[in-house]
């Protein structure tokens, strides 16, 4: 699902038109694939986003260039110009190297239910199992040994690599990517002491993921215990992460691998929790907030604040204790 594929090459002049960057030098050049701009060379287009790589300009071997305007006078090379670049070079990079989609159609050894409903523009990979009133939209793929539960739906131009687990009732908006070995809609965690013995309780809710989400190999997204865990439309999932139950994200949220988000937890929109970060149960993330690499969050976030720690502390105030640390681990006999 993931290979690479080449273009036959796009001229500079029809990048900047599909990107909506601005052209500077020879816009005849033909490009044919994206590289860093210590290795690119003929044929490729390389990009400039951090400052730190600014000698590689001159150097580089690259046909064209994609830089913002502080760097554009630092080369002759044909260029795009964005106060953006890293964001032009992603929409480079999705035209001359799309995706291979595999052709509409159910591979003869997948098991459908007779009362599933599937698009006929969809495509159902080898193995796959999709369960009782499934749903599986337009043009949406269901990769090899996928299982999709009773009455799951699957949204328009939706993409489940290979493996991935969508249990019953469960959601997947259009256009999201759910990576292999994702499980989505597993029960939560939810256990009543009773008389000294564990009992479970049953997880009724259900995972409802938005649109243009994507989420990472190996992540688990468990079902609420009564209300949905809901993610939000544009929300970016990396590997490894954990949401339990009745957890609600906002829209365009960053988390990174390792995260773990205890339940009934509720973020904003537009919050980013780096690697390893842990938040407790039942806290208030306001939107814009974001969370430091390896931080225990066991406190509300206010909407826009940083913090970083564990336990974790507005970011000055994080900085402010690890200086003192330094001092007093550099004293004599410290």
């Not at 591979?107 to 009782?132: C, L, N």
């Not at 290979?162 to 908006?173: A, F, K, Q, S, W």
């Not at 989420?215 to 209300?227: F, K, M, W």
């Not at 970083?308 to 690890?322: T, Y």
Request: charge should be neutral.
């Amino acid at each position: 699902m993931s290979s690479l594929r080449e273009s036959a090459g796009r001229p500079l002049s029809e990048l900047a038109r599909l990107t909506g960057a601005t052209l500077e030098g020879d816009g005849d050049v033909v490009v044919v694939r994206v590289a860093t701009l210590e290795r690119a060379g003929s044929g490729d287009i390389a990009f400039l986003a951090n400052p730190r790589y600014r000698a590689q300009l001159a150097a580089t071997r690259a046909a064209a260039v994609i830089v913002d305007p502080a760097a554009a006078a630092a080369t002759s090379l044909p260029r795009l110009v964005s106060a953006n670049p890293y964001a032009i070079y992603a929409r480079v990079a999705a035209i001359l190297h799309p995706q291979p989609a595999p052709a509409a159609g159910i591979d003869p050894t997948a098991r459908i239910d007779t009362r599933a409903r599937i698009a006929a523009t969809a495509s159902i990979g080898a193995h796959a199992v999709i369960g009782a009133n499934a749903h599986v939209g337009d043009r949406a793929i269901v990769g090899a040994l996928c299982a999709v539960g009773d009455d799951a739906s699957i949204g328009d131009d939706a993409v489940l690599d290979p493996h991935v687990t969508i249990y019953p009732r469960c959601v997947v908006g259009a256009r999201t990517l759910v990576h292999s070995g994702a499980v989505i809609g597993a029960d939560g965690f939810g256990l009543a002491d009773d008389a000294g013995r564990w009992r479970k309780i049953p997880q009724l809710g259900r995972v409802v993921i938005g649109d243009d989400v994507e989420i990472g190999a190996n992540t688990t997204i468990d079902r609420g215990a009564g209300p949905d865990t809901v993610i939000g439309s544009g929300t970016m999932i990396d590997n490894l992460v954990q949401i339990a139950h009745n957890v609600q994200i906002g829209r365009n949220c960053i988390i990174v691998a390792q995260v773990g988000i205890s339940g009934s937890t509720r973020l904003g929109d537009f919050v980013s929790i780096a690697g390893q970060g842990g938040l407790i149960g039942h806290l208030e993330i306001g939107s814009g907030a974001r969370i430091g690499a390896q931080s225990g969050v066991a406190h509300n976030v206010a909407p826009g604040e940083t913090v970083m720690g564990s336990p974790a502390v507005p970011i000055v105030l994080h900085h402010r204790q690890v200086a003192l640390l330094k001092r007093l681990a550099s004293r004599k006999g410290g």
